[in-house]
């Protein structure tokens, strides 16, 4: 019924409204005749006049004042306000006219009695139409979720009243640590103390939690998340209190929990200061611009004002994309960068040359590869070509037009790898190594950035298990003891950004990540924060299982960020260096030129040989 009247035109809604609102004045009207004289009324003689004053002042009253501009879901306490005031001055009118037309057939008292009857009846529609068009009320809410909002500040309740008006969810209340505000109710909704959280769920069916405290701690943050996962909710989030304060995002905005709630660790905060040398004002080239780091290295180093932005993309699509919303983000910030797309491959120098020598970048950063482990190993020629000698091609041509720094994206699968696609990525890293001890490219700096899974990219294990638990599971890991270190992709970019101006030249730059988390473990608590259990022998009947299928090849079960074991601090207190052993250029060039020859060729136990021969504790897995 409701669909229905919600789509209706809006005039006819506009003349339903009126035809309602005539109803409700003759309604008024009969009801005050009837307590005034203590007995059902039925008008006579002129007291039908009465009857239609009233319709005919208050309806150009209620269209003068917006009342029939309203949308009835979305009405506030400023409606029902400008509602009140219309009625006070209908009543006003309403007595004048009455008072000096019709005074004979009127009674005093009916002009006091009948306003207040009528604003009566006129709220308590407006409300009704109110909660029965949003789904909200009348039992309809009993057979949605019911959520409690963590958080009876300002965004909470603000929060509340939006999802009373987009349904779905039924708000039943607040849990607050407030002494001030426990036991009170806050717009109708009771607010209780944490420590009756497990009973409220228990008692009132609760489904769902919203954190609705973006400005508190970690420490506290993560408490409140591990109380919430023995109750089996599923619990949500706003997000953080600097996008709320920026316009980027509204309270309306809920979301399943991030990264760093599933981790319960702090996000790397970013030094703003330390990235204006190396971006502010400059011209800076991003190569594989279109993939996951790559455009996010876009977006944080936009941020910073360089003079142009050069987006170097082999994928014409990607870079199409990317290119369009920096452009968009341009316009809304009344920025001037100049955005430069550059469709190109990393391994033709040619047009490597004519980009480096016609744009002068200040400032190179390097995240064009194949990194997916399976695909490098299916073609492993292919993997080598990209990763090393794109590497290598892009580095002599930053070196040839004096290139101030070149950063390289590198990863911790470059750490004694099981795999082709680390092994290319630990040469890449030789290759800038080896080159920055040249005195001859003493005017390039040189640095690599080395870091831990990323999630939120294509592949990554997080929306890989939310895809998986929104078709029921089960949830797939491929060993019970996989440990991973994990970061989000802006604070790999973050870390990337940073790194590269502290660099003095060839270091590998890595992140302080504290310990690394077991998948196992990271599969259980979305499971759990997502309102379901894991089925397992403590819990055969579970909602989600979990199956193990094995290590892939070339999988480890440990990831390391380091080689050796003398990480070194920086000017950033969670970012680490290293000074890592590598080959003297003239020793490494001729690896080198093996290692092409034997890719060019499609020599794969050529390519392994050489890899063998340079990589450090290269173990590769058998395929």
Known sequence: MNQRLLELSRPAKRALVMAVD???????????????????????????????????????????????????????????????????????????????????VFPLTLGVLQPILFLLLVGISRATARFWLAGVGFGRGFEQGRMLIYGAGTVGVQTASALGIAGGLRPYGFIDEDPGKIGQTINGLPVFSPNKLSEV????????????????????????????????????????????????????????????????????????????????????????????????????????????????????????????????????????????????????????????????????????????????????????????????????????????????????????????????????????????SQAENSGTCFSMVRFGNVLGSSGSVVPLFRDQLARGGP???????????????????????????????????VLEMGQPVKILDLAYRLVELSGLQVRDAQQPDGDVGIEFIGLRPGEKLYEELLIGDNPMPTAHKRIMKAHESFMSWPELQTQLQQLMQAAESEDEAGIRTVLHICVQGFHEQPF
């Open 22 to 104: 005539v109803l409700l004045a003759l309604l008024a009207t009969w009801a005050a005749y009837s307590l005034r004289e203590e007995t059902l009324h039925w008008p006579t003689g002129g007291q039908w006049w009465i009857y239609l004053s009233g319709p005919l002042i208050a309806i150009p009253i209620f269209i003068r004042m917006g009342l029939y501009r309203a949308i009835f879901r979305y009405t506030g306490l400023d409606a029902l306000v400008t509602t009140g005031m219309a009625v006070g001055l209908y009543a006003a009118l309403h007595l004048v006219f009455l008072q000096w037309v019709l005074w004979p």
């Open 201 to 436: 769920v228990e008692k009132f069916g609760i489904t769902d939690v919203l954190l609705a405290i973006p400005n508190v701690g970690r420490e506290q943050r993560n408490q409140i998340i591990y109380s919430l996962r023995a109750l089996h909710v599923h619990t949500r989030t706003l997000p953080a209190l600097s996008d709320l304060a920026s316009g980027r995002v509204t309270v309306q905005d809920v979301r399943e929990l991030d990264l760093d709630d599933l981790l319960g660790r702090e996000a790397v905060k970013q030094e703003a200061d330390l990235l204006a040398s190396c971006i502010e004002g400059k011209t800076v080239l991003v190569t594989g611009a279109g993939g996951s780091i790559g455009s996010e290295l876009c977006r944080q180093i936009l941020q910073q004002q360089p003079r142009q932005l050069l987006l170097l993309e082999h994928s014409e699509f990607a870079l199409y994309t990317l290119h369009r919303e920096l452009e968009g983000w341009c316009q809304a910030h009344a920025t001037a960068v100049e955005l430069v797309p550059l469709l190109a491959t990393v391994v033709d120098r040619r047009r490597l040359d004519w980009i480096c020598t016609n744009f002068r970048p200040h400032t190179v950063y390097h995240a064009a590869a194949y990194k997916h482990v399976p695909m490098v190993e299916c073609n492993p020629s292919q993997g080598i070509i990209n990763n090393v000698l794109g590497t290598l091609q892009m580095a002599q041509a930053a070196v040839a037009v004096g290139v101030s720094r070149f950063v390289l994206v590198s990863t911790d699968k470059a750490v004694r790898p099981t795999n082709l696609m680390g092994a290319s990525k630990r040469m890449a890293e030789l290759v800038l190594q080896a080159m920055s």
């Open 475 to 509: 949830l797939t890991v491929t060993h019970p003891e996989v440990t991973r270190y994990f970061m989000s992709i802006p604070e790999a970019v973050q870390l990337v950004l940073q790194a590269a101006v502290m660099a003095q030249g060839g270091e590998v730059f």
